[in-house]
Every structure is written in structure tokens, then in C-alpha cells.
């Protein structure tokens, strides 16, 4: 592998930010969908009245992370149209310090569901 196929633009990382999620989905349709491009560690479904149909999803490998962003992306699932973001913490920490995210956040308050990778069904 070459050094320029490897480097990857700064932007990219494995953690990708879903929106336009079915209010109805589950992290074990997510698991399904997102799991075709390679090794999920966790998933964090949006349950807040401010989150829902959102999640973030993240990867143990980069490079699957971004097949999976290249292909979901506009991607139909559940008759809606995802968008996936590669996830950027600069901007979530900026808008929570102006007060746009964390005026109605208390510190108490979980707005994401944590949904691990442990194991899934057995079959």
C-alpha cells in the first residue's frame, strides 16, 4: 500500500454522525446496516427530544468508516434519505459553549442511548 492511499484527509475519522434517522429505528437495524462495511464498536442511537433521528456510529477501523460514509450517504433506508457525517468534535464543542447545545443540558442528562458492541444474538 502506498503512502498516498493511506493518508486520508483530515477530516476523516471513525465516527460517523447519522442524521435523518426513522424515529422508530433500532441500533440492531443500524448494527445491520452499518456492520456490511466492517467491525462496529459502538453505537449511540439520539433519544433526547433534541436527538432523535440522529446517531453516531463508530468504527474500529478508519478505512471502514469512510466506505461506509461514501456509500450510506443519501443512501434509502426506511424510506428516508440518511446523511452521514464524519463526525467532528471542534464544532459540537463549539456550539455547546454558545449555549446552542448545553443551555438545556444538565450534567445529569444522557441525550444519546448507549448501545455497545457487545455480543449480538445467538443463533
Do not use: W
Not at 459502538?42 to 471502514?64: C, H, K, S, Y
Not at 471542534?90 to 450534567?107: I, P
Amino acid at each position: 500500500m502506498s503512502t498516498s492511499s493511506r493518508k486520508l484527509q483530515s477530516e476523516i475519522n471513525r465516527i460517523l454522525f447519522v442524521k435523518n434517522l426513522s424515529y422508530s429505528v433500532t441500533s440492531e437495524e443500524l448494527y445491520d446496516l452499518f456492520g456490511k462495511f466492517g467491525s462496529i464498536r459502538q453505537i449511540r442511537l439520539g433519544n433526547a427530544q433534541n436527538t432523535r433521528g440522529t446517531a453516531f456510529v463508530v468504527f474500529d477501523d478508519i478505512q471502514d468508516a469512510k466506505m461506509a460514509c461514501d456509500k450510506l450517504s443519501g443512501f434509502n433506508f426506511q424510506n428516508r434519505y440518511l446523511v452521514v457525517l464524519y463526525h467532528q468534535p471542534d464544532k459540537v464543542t463549539h456550539s455547546a459553549t454558545q449555549g446552542q447545545a448545553g443551555a438545556t443540558a444538565s450534567a445529569d442528562q444522557k441525550p444519546m442511548a448507549d448501545v455497545t458492541s457487545t455480543p449480538r444474538r445467538q443463533i
